[in-house]
T-cell receptor, first 114, second 112 residues
Framework: NAGVMQNPRHLVRRRGQEARLRCSPMKGHSHVYWYRQLPEEGLKFMVYLQKENIIDESGMPKERFSAEFPKEGPSILRIQQVVRGDSAAYFC????????????FGPGTRLTVL | AQSVTQLDSQVPVFEEAPVELRCNYSSSVSVYLFWYVQYPNQGLQLLLKYLSGSTLVKGINGFEAEFNKSQTSFHLRKPSVHISDTAEYFCATGGSQGNLIFGKGTKLSVKP
C-alpha cells in the first residue's frame, strides 16, 4: 500500500505566478488535510476535505488560496499570485476515518517564491 | 481553544543518554495526543498516540510517552538515544474537526 504521495517535491515560482500542489491520499483514505510549515514553526492546519467537499477551511488565508478534492484524482492546493511569504513546506495528510485523528503524512512540497 | 506547547525548542544530548521532550496541552474536549518525528527534508512519521486507556504509551524506535491529565502533559521519553534519533519532534492534539494542532517542535540533537 503506497503512502501519501505529493508532487512536486520542490516548486519554484516567481512572485505573481500560480502554484499547484498535488496530493494523492493512501488507498482507502477519504479524509485529506493540508498543513503549512513555515521555517522554525510547527505545522499549521489549513484545510480539511473529503471527496468533493470542503469540510473545514478555517486555516486557509481568505485570498489567493483554494483547495479541492475531486471525485477522481488527487487533492489540489492552489495558490494564486504567489508572494514571498508563501514560501514554506506544504504537507498533505490522509486518514481513513475521523474518529481517532491519526493521520498519515506525505513527504511535502517545498515551495520557494523568488 | 486547543493548543500544544513544547517547552524546549532544542535539546542536545549525548549518545546512549536518556532524553525527555516536554509537551503540555490544553483542551476542553476529549483528548487525543500524538508525537510525530520529522527527519530532515521528509514528512512526519507517527511515533505514538494516546487515545484512551493506559496512560503509558509505547511507540516505535524505543520511545514512550506518559499521559498526565492532572498536569496536562504528554512528555516523550527514551532511556537511551542513538545518533539516528537526531530529528525534530512534534507533539500534537486532535482538533474538533479531526485536524491536528501541533506544537512548534523540539529539535533533538544526539552527539557522539
Amino acid at each position: 500500500n503506497a503512502g501519501v504521495m505529493q508532487n512536486p517535491r520542490h516548486l519554484v515560482r516567481r512572485r505573481g505566478q500560480e502554484a499547484r500542489l498535488r496530493c494523492s491520499p493512501m488507498k482507502g483514505h477519504s479524509h485529506v488535510y493540508w498543513y503549512r510549515q513555515l521555517p522554525e514553526e510547527g505545522l499549521k492546519f489549513m484545510v480539511y476535505l473529503q471527496k468533493e467537499n470542503i469540510i473545514d477551511e478555517s486555516g486557509m488565508p481568505k485570498e489567493r488560496f483554494s483547495a479541492e478534492f475531486p471525485k477522481e484524482g488527487p487533492s489540489i492546493l492552489r495558490i494564486q499570485q504567489v508572494v514571498r511569504g508563501d514560501s514554506a513546506a506544504y504537507f498533505c495528510a490522509s486518514s481513513p476515518r475521523l474518529a481517532d485523528g491519526e493521520q498519515f503524512f506525505g513527504p511535502g512540497t517545498r515551495l520557494t517564491v523568488l | 481553544a486547543q493548543s500544544v506547547t513544547q517547552l524546549d525548542s532544542q535539546v542536545p544530548v549525548f549518545e546512549e543518554a536518556p532524553v525527555e521532550l516536554r509537551c503540555n496541552y490544553s483542551s476542553s474536549v476529549s483528548v487525543y495526543l500524538f508525537w510525530y518525528v520529522q527527519y530532515p527534508n521528509q514528512g512526519l512519521q507517527l511515533l505514538l498516540k494516546y487515545l484512551s486507556g493506559s496512560t503509558l504509551v509505547k511507540g516505535i524506535n524505543g520511545f514512550e510517552a506518559e499521559f498526565n491529565k492532572s498536569q496536562t502533559s504528554f512528555h516523550l521519553r527514551k532511556p537511551s538515544v542513538h545518533i539516528s534519533d537526531t530529528a525534530e519532534y512534534f507533539c500534537a492534539t486532535g482538533g474538533s474537526q479531526g485536524n491536528l494542532i501541533f506544537g512548534k517542535g523540539t529539535k533533538l540533537s544526539v552527539k557522539p
